[in-house]
Nanobody, 119 residues
Framework: VQLQASGGGLVQAGGSLRLSCSVSGRPFAVGWFRQAPGKEREFVAAITWTWDSPWYGDSAKGRFTVARDLAKNTGYLQMNNLKHEDAAVYYC????????????????WGQGTLVTVSS
């Protein structure tokens, strides 16, 4: 499975961004993780590829929406009401069958896309 994330950039606090992840193959799930400087990689959200079931980490609930389009082989992370603490490199990953919120359970990773939130 190969993945490529895109859509990051600079956004003002309170603004929105939509990240995309092109996926080759048919994983159990595509997860979104983020990592800020000096911090551990954090689970943001995931969606099961066949069953279209979303999962959210605490930081994403109520503000982010995860989705996928099978016809386009693409996953999405819609991020609204962005805060300064959302600034990080965001990664999409494929796997998660044995632990959808655990980054160690994902076998394939995209290259990451940077999200910067300004005042």
């Amino acid at each position: 499975v190969q993945l490529q994330a895109s859509g990051g950039g600079l956004v003002q606090a309170g603004g929105s961004l939509r990240l995309s992840c092109s996926v080759s193959g048919r994983p159990f799930a595509v997860g979104w993780f983020r990592q800020a400087p000096g911090k551990e990689r954090e689970f943001v959200a995931a969606i099961t590829w066949t069953w279209d079931s979303p999962w959210y980490g605490d930081s994403a609930k109520g503000r982010f929406t995860v989705a996928r389009d099978l016809a386009k082989n693409t996953g999405y992370l819609q991020m609204n009401n962005l805060k300064h603490e959302d600034a990080a490199v965001y990664y999409c990953a494929a796997g998660g069958a044995d632990g959808i919120q655990d980054p160690k359970k994902y076998q394939f990773w995209g290259q990451g896309t940077l999200v910067t939130v300004s005042s």
